[in-house]
């Protein structure tokens, strides 16, 4: 029974379901396609690490004996879409059904559940099963509960796995030491040199193909350093554990002016195209720590962010997709400025957290969220908008991770289906948790006035606009007690300074 077997971009990993069985007369299909490309205009960076990763997959499974289809983005005949290009397969050679693993996305998902119809051949869509959670156990846990709350999914992920487990005890005795991840960096601690993989002779025609085709997209593709094989995420992986992971905690919540990557681990891009298992990163990690060679509470804040955030996005996602996304909890309705694709801006957070998306296709999470995300909270930027640029933006975007992240963690638009309050901030916190403030233009201790943070008065009028739908929440309580107690003139000063902000910002978006 000759199968084709659909391999999608996202999909490169060797034990991947569609290929465990394939027979002599099966065809595997790799299609690089203008839809995928473009449905949301993604940094070069992105677009180059997946097509070129996708050439040299390919290859490994050549040189391992399958007969391999693949079309590239230039060739002639190429119909743009994926339901095209499994169209001409199957008009190319005669296939008994299509197998895939489960598309990690809605817009793929639906795509897919047409095509036993339109084609008339049978689709074998399998589970993907290279995550630690199945949806069917995340759906079991979440199931009756009131609030989905990703520390109780942890904990339970944690017993699952046996990870960091001593019996049925938590190792170290605590179950999550993220109050020790909030340090500054020193002033003379230097982060380890990251490693960075030189383009080969595939990369560099990717590199080409994608710098003539979407030169209008925004992003440097000039510094590409990404590893585009399993080999090469293998040894990122290696580097995380061995330089970083052992300051990973301490600094993990810091905002450095100068230094783009501090101690995170920057493989979510492998993870998520699948040259790297969630399983054998934790696995690395978890060794390094019982050979006492990071401690605990970075260990733990590293486990947790893949077993427990990682999969739990992920549950989130299908559970309430697709009326997730129409969601609009705080009528969000401003335009996305320009700033967020580089125009100047005299906010030096937004313009720095800009600058490194721009240079590495990357901006670590709490640059994502309390930054960018915490600005669009606070403005009311348009979900959808505000969503697309970070789709767009990072090479590890993919829907099933972005839209959660951005809908519900940053901008609150699920009205809280996960995240228990806003992460609404005003400038101290950014002035805290960063060295950004002492070189802006503007004053974080200011509320009004020339030099006032327009995070300060932007938070307090988020609070005020918001007060309908956010005032009985049991953890706003204090703020919206603070925001009570101010003196009204003051409030009405910040609330028409927001104005004026917010209108000036829209008149340039
Ligand atoms: P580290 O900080 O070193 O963390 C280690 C790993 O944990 C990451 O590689 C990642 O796989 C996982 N992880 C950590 N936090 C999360 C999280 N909240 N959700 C899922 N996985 C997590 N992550 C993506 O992979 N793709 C996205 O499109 C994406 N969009 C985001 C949008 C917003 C608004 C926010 C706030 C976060 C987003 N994240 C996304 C989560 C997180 O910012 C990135 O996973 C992380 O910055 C990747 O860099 P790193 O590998 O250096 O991670
Ligand atoms: Fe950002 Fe305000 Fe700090 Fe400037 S002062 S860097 S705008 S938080």
Not at 201 to 210: N, R, Y
Not at 213 to 229: E, I, K, M, N, P
Not at 428 to 446: E, G, H, L, T, V
Request: aromatic share 12%; with cysteine.
């Amino acid at each position: 029974m000759p199968s084709l077997r659909l391999i999608l971009g996202d999909q490169l990993s060797r034990d991947l379901p569609t290929l465990r069985d394939v027979d002599a007369g099966d065809v595997v299909l790799m299609a690089e396609v203008q839809e995928e490309a473009t449905y949301v205009p993604h940094h070069p960076q992105k677009i180059t690490l997946v097509l070129a990763a996708m050439r040299h997959f390919a290859q490994e499974l050549e040189e391992d004996d399958l007969d391999v289809r693949y079309v590239h983005l230039g060739d002639h005949g190429n119909s743009g879409s994926l339901t095209g290009e499994v169209g001409r397969a199957l008009e190319a050679g005669h296939f008994d059904r299509i197998v895939l693993t489960e598309p990690g996305e809605w817009r793929l998902h639906q795509e897919v559940a047409d095509w036993e119809a339109s084609y008339g051949v049978p689709v074998e869509v399998r589970r993907d099963d290279r995550f630690v959670c199945s949806l069917e156990r995340f759906r079991a846990w979440a199931k009756d509960r009131k609030q989905l709350r990703m520390e109780h999914f942890y904990r339970e992920v944690r017993r699952d796995t046996g990870y960091l487990m001593e019996g049925d005890q938590p190792a170290g005795g605590e179950w999550n030491y993220d109050s020790e991840n909030r340090k500054r960096l020193p002033k003379n601690e230097r982060p380890p040199k990251r490693l960075r993989f030189e383009p080969d002779a595939v990369t560099q025609s990717v590199m080409k193909e994608v710098g003539n085709r979407f030169a209008d997209h925004f992003g440097d593709l000039d510094g590409f350093s990404w590893g585009v094989t399993r080999a090469q995420a293998l040894k990122a992986l290696k580097h995380f554990i061995v330089d970083a992971l052992p300051g990973f905690g301490d600094y993990q919540d810091f905002m450095s002016d100068d230094e783009d990557f501090l101690y995170h681990a920057l493989i979510s891009p492998y993870l998520n195209i699948g040259l790297l298992s969630p399983r054998e990163v934790c696995d690395a990690a978890i060794a390094a720590y019982e050979d006492g060679k990071a401690p605990i509470h970075c260990v733990e804040g590293f486990v947790r962010q893949i077993i427990g955030w990682r999969e739990f996005i992920r549950g989130v996602y299908w559970l309430y997709m697709p009326d997730y996304a129409e969601t609009q909890a705080l009528k969000a309705t401003r335009p996305l400025p320009g700033f967020y694709w580089g125009e100047d801006t005299d906010m030096r957070c937004i313009a720095k957290t800009v600058a490194t998306t721009r240079r590495n296709a990357y901006a670590h999470h709490i640059q994502r969220l309390m930054v960018t995300g915490n600005f669009a909270l606070l403005a009311g930027i348009r979900p959808a908008e505000v969503e697309a640029w970070y789709l767009a933006v990072y090479a590890d975007a993919f829907e099933w991770v972005e839209l959660p992240n951005t809908h519900g963690m940053a901008l609150f638009a699920d009205g809280g289906v996960f995240a228990s309050k806003p992460y609404a901030a005003s400038g101290a916190y950014i002035n805290r948790m960063s060295d950004y403030c002492a070189k802006c233009a503007f004053d974080p201790k200011q509320k009004t006035g020339a030099e006032a943070c327009p995070f300060n008065f932007l938070y307090w009028d988020f609070l005020a606009r918001n007060r309908e739908v956010l005032a009985d929440n049991p953890r706003m309580k204090l703020a919206y007690r603070n925001l009570d107690k101010q003196d009204p003139d003051l409030q009405k000063d910040m609330r028409g300074q927001a104005k004026k902000f917010l209108d000036e910002m829209e008149d340039g978006a």
